[in-house]
């Protein structure tokens, strides 16, 4: 059986086409940050520096039609992949709230109308609503409180981002919340925090994904294994965000079991799709049968196919 391919892991403030980031800040007469030349060119920044050059193309989706070529970008990336689906984490409240740079009617409209774009195509799409989690769990049900009164029917989960700095377990009341209205429950754990985050998501966060818990130790790995909870992995991003990490331990955590799948994460900051991550995969080692399964792991444990 081949499975259908999927980016399991994709931000839409991230996946700005770089050619319409560079034409879009030369109309408005903006100087692209040095941390965004240097991802593009392939280097490696510190996470701040990554949020710089994140921000700047965030910054530049104030309005309904560039939220629609934030979605065009991933079904144009997708679908030369040979991809049938992605799972789009998108951060509404840092659009509309903090920054106020677009009404929550716009944004949603933007995502939409991306989407059906998609469908045409045949790309399955599904919206991942992210909450930043060093801004607290405060900030998490801001976010709840802004997207729930009209949840559109392609909104299938809710996330934490960011910096890892604050617990796991104070997000608990959030996650609860979230899954209450219907919502899966996701977190960016073990990514620039330490391994033993992924525990406490998972454990005391009570959440049913972790996006990229490469810190994770042995014990962890077979927590996560024992209880199936899929585990998004984005090589490109590991390797220009965690370069301490290494070797990737993608291969271990497959040997464990674990329900490993790829994703994109920010391919318009650091250039990638779905076939760079797979030759990633390969260069760790991994042979055409672990191939396979990272596929049938994104297929299956996909958000958007559900």
Known sequence: MIHPLVDRHTHLEGALAPAWVRSEAERRRLALPGPLETLWSGG??????????????????????????AVRAVVQRTHACGGSGFDLWASPHFLVAHRGQITLDAFWRGVEEGLAEAAVQGVRGCVVVD????????????????????????????????????????????????????????????????????????LEGGVARIVHGIRADDATLDLLADRGVPVDICPTSNRALAADVAPHPLPRMLAAGVR???????????????????????????????????????????????
């Open 44 to 69: 490696s920044v510190p996470f701040e520096g990554f949020i710089e050059a994140f921000l700047f193309g965030a910054a530049l989706l104030d309005s309904r039609e560039a939220v629609r070529e």
């Open 131 to 202: 909450a930043v989690n060093h801004f607290g769990p405060k900030h998490g049900h801001s976010v709840l409180d802004l997207v729930l009164p009209e949840l559109p029917p392609f909104v299938r989960g809710f996330s934490t981002g960011g910096l890892e700095g604050s617990p796991f377990r104070d997000w608990a009341p959030v996650f609860d919340r979230a899954r209450d209205a219907g919502l899966r429950v996701a977190a960016h754990a073990g990514e620039n925090g330490p391994g033993s985050n992924v525990r406490e998501a998972v």
């Open 260 to 306: 490993c799948a790829l994703g994109t994460d920010d391919p318009g900051v650091a250039p990638c799709d779905l076939r760079t991550e797979a030759a990633a995969a390969r260069s760790m080692g991994l042979d055409a049968t672990a191939l396979e399964t990272l596929r049938r792991n994104g297929a299956e444990d996909a958000w958007c196919l559900a």
